[in-house]
């Protein structure tokens, strides 16, 4: 069984739509897809022998980043695409200070992994869900400001030293 981690793109786009349909009860505008793969999004999913079995749609800036959607086919859920796909976007985030994600409050296997992960709650969207549900917010602390402010000293004490 081969497995890898690839980015999402116009080719593949409408197995991702299946995975988020078998997911989902309600669903993204249709073109979010293809508008991350424009705007140029994190946008990663993991293949098994060719076939997509989970993806993580991501957004971010200079500060921080966001899990838009995140999805993993039934059959191939508690084998830690997940929690690969999340960390693998924790590591393209280097030197961002948060992570967010938004999570239905009926969600509790998600909710479980993203505690075990190391997000934390800090907020509720009450009837945040066409169908009346909660959203629980979550955020994950990828770096403190103080670090970051000793990061980029760093940097400008290293491009210092090369002019030397």
Same mark, same amino acid.
């Given at each position: 069984?081969?497995?890898?981690?690839?980015?999402?793109?116009?080719?593949?786009v409408?197995?991702?739509?299946?995975?988020?349909?078998?997911?989902?009860?309600?669903?993204?505008?249709?073109?979010?897809?293809?508008?991350?793969?424009?705007?140029?999004?994190?946008?990663?999913?993991?293949?098994?022998?060719?076939k997509?079995?989970?993806?993580?749609?991501?957004?971010?800036?200079?500060?921080?980043?966001?899990?838009?959607?995140?999805?993993?086919?039934?059959?191939?859920?508690?084998?830690?695409?997940?929690?690969?796909? +999340?960390?693998?976007?924790v #590591?393209?985030? =280097?030197? @961002?200070?948060?992570?967010y *994600? $938004?999570?239905?409050?009926?969600?509790? &296997?998600?909710?479980?992994?993203?505690?075990?992960?190391?997000?934390?709650?800090?907020?509720?969207?009450?009837?945040?869900?066409?169908?009346?549900?909660?959203? +629980?917010?979550?955020?994950? #602390?990828?770096? =403190?400001? @103080?670090?970051?402010?000793? *990061? $980029?000293?760093?940097?400008?004490?290293? &491009?210092?030293?090369?002019?030397?």
């Open positions: 069984m081969e497995k890898k981690e690839i980015s999402v793109s116009e080719n593949n409408s197995e991702i739509f299946s995975i988020e349909k078998e997911c989902f009860e309600l669903l993204l505008p249709t073109n979010t897809f293809n508008e991350a793969i424009k705007n140029k999004d994190y946008f990663k999913c993991v293949e098994i022998d060719k997509i079995v989970a993806y993580l749609l991501g957004t971010f800036n200079d500060y921080e980043g966001e899990i838009i959607e995140i999805a993993v086919l039934p059959n191939y859920r508690n084998n830690g695409y997940a929690k690969l796909l +999340i960390n693998n976007f #590591k393209f985030l =280097s030197g @961002k200070e948060f992570l *994600l $938004e999570v239905r409050e009926n969600n509790i &296997k998600a909710i479980e992994l993203y505690k075990k992960i190391g997000f934390e709650q800090y907020n509720i969207r009450k009837h945040y869900y066409r169908d009346g549900v909660n959203a +629980i917010l979550f955020r994950k #602390k990828l770096i =403190s400001w @103080k670090m970051k402010s000793l *990061l $980029e000293l760093n940097q400008v004490a290293m &491009k210092l030293l090369v002019q030397l």
